[in-house]
């Protein structure tokens, strides 16, 4: 005896609303310092500002990375593979010469 699929298509359908939203993000004159990787840290403003960025706790190069890998995987930052080290080196070493202020 076989098993057979059955497919029902629902009779009523339901409607969904798409809409845009515009939000506005707070004015920040802070840059990120100049330096090796400084190109690569602009990619993070499309959703941070640098001074958010900044401001961050302390991190090491490894906690760095792991945080530059889940924005890329999680949240689709633009950052090439063979950017993340090189990025990680930056934000490691401004970071933690905005800590030392």
């Known amino acids: 005896m076989g098993l057979g699929l059955v497919w029902a298509q629902s009779p009523h359908t339901t409607a969904i609303a798409i809409h845009s939203v515009s939000v506005d993000m ?12 400084s190109d690569l840290a602009g990619k993070c403003l499309i959703c941070h500002s640098a001074g958010m960025v900044l401001k961050q706790p302390a991190l090491t190069q ?6 530059i890998n889940k924005m890329r995987t999680v ?10 080290d090189a990025l990680s080196v930056y934000m490691s070493k401004v970071n933690a010469d905005q800590q030392a202020k």
Do not use: L, N, Q, R
């Open 75 to 84: 949240y689709g930052a633009p950052i090439e593979d063979s950017d993340v």
């Open 62 to 67: 490894a906690e760095w990375k792991a945080e």
């Open 26 to 37: 707070p004015a920040s004159d802070t840059v990120f310092p100049p330096g090796p990787g």
